[in-house]
């Protein structure tokens, strides 16, 4: 069936270019020959939504891409977007329809407004149907920022991961010494040195998050005066009991925010829902999650629902075998660090 339309305009920030961007580009080009292809520039972007976005040209080169791929690029004028009507308000423009999704529809129709009030014909909406992600929710580039889904829709954290205790099989033990991310030197008995490199490497880059996750990190973030937003402790080094509450970690409180039972070698529901809860909440910082048993393992829970661009800290011991030395890890929350956890996380036995 032939397209409807000669000329069709759509638009969109199309940030972290997902899977719902793909099919509608595709359902737009079975609707018109040609279409225009307006991206928010970076200005609008940032006006239309306070979440920082990747850059207009990175932007636009996915979409390019995308649109070489499937032969579509020839039938597609992309344009920077510096407002809500672009080229639609131009009296000799060729557009006859707008291509929306139900969200965007608004947009359409304040439009069509401002022609009538130019006197022009208002144009033919052609409303498209949303994506969903795998848990019937929205597909949208707000969920992946937020760290919920990937850019297939898939979940980070799995429903059943919040219903039972999953447990560590023998033979994940030795990968997991490995660190999940950039490994800070420094002895684990006086981390300041590395601190003070943790420090360093979060100046002027305002990040989402801080996370940490253990004892002495904790207390030697709150020793030297950085900022986070959550902590994740179980008053254990090494095995061994060292401090009785959270005010000898720092704190200025008296009692964690949140307690939760996590045996060693195990990541319960418990521990997954607290975590997510640590994140939705918008109580003062930090958000101190006390754990009853270990915490070792719950840097992985952390790190898939951390939001994108957070910085999870943690500490690495020295291991035997020729395993990494001591000190701190910063971990860059990025879609492909989500995507390794979760692939970890899904060997673990349920």
Do not use: C
């Amino acid at each position: 069936m032939p397209p409807k339309f000669r000329v069709a305009a759509l638009a969109g920030t199309f940030d972290h270019f997902h899977q719902g961007h793909q099919k509608f580009l595709v359902a737009a080009f079975d609707a018109a020959d040609t279409i225009y292809i307006g991206i928010t520039s970076d200005t609008f972007a940032q006006s239309l939504r306070q979440a920082e976005v990747a850059a207009f040209a990175d932007r636009k080169k996915e979409v390019e891409i995308f649109l070489a791929k499937n032969n579509l690029l020839l039938r597609t004028t992309i344009f920077e977007l510096n407002d809500i009507h672009g080229p639609t308000l131009d009296e000799g423009s060729s557009i006859e329809a707008i291509i929306v999704t139900g969200k965007t529809r608004y947009g359409a129709e304040l439009v069509n407004k401002l022609r009538r009030e130019k006197g022009l014909l208002p144009l033919v909406i052609v409303e498209i149907a949303m994506v969903e992600a795998k848990d019937g929710g929205e597909l949208s580039s707000s969920r992946i920022r937020n760290g919920e889904i990937d850019r297939k829709g898939d979940l980070f954290i799995q429903p059943l991961w919040l219903r039972k205790d999953l447990r560590l099989p023998p033979n994940l033990r030795l990968s997991l010494q490995k660190p999940l991310g950039a490994l800070i030197f420094g002895h684990e008995n006086n981390l300041n040195e590395a601190i003070a490199v943790a420090k360093e490497n979060l100046k002027g880059k305002n990040p989402v998050s801080v996370v940490t996750v253990g004892d002495v990190v904790t207390k030697s973030f709150n020793e030297n005066g950085i900022p986070m937003d959550i902590a994740i402790v179980d008053f254990y080094v090494k095995r061994q009991q060292k401090f009785k509450s959270i005010k000898d970690l720092g704190f200025k409180k008296e009692e964690p925010d949140m307690v939760v039972k996590n045996a060693k070698g195990t990541l319960t529901g418990e521990t997954f829902r607290a975590v997510q809860e640590a994140f939705r909440l918008t109580a003062p910082s930090p958000f101190v999650i006390r754990i009853v048993g270990e915490e070792d393992l719950t840097v992985l829970p952390v790190v898939l629902a951390a939001p994108l661009k957070a910085h999870v800290f943690y500490g690495q011991p020295r291991f035997n075998r020729g395993q990494p030395g001591e000190g701190v890890v910063d971990v860059l929350v990025t879609e492909e660090k989500k995507t390794e956890a979760r692939e970890i996380v899904s060997r673990f036995v349920a």
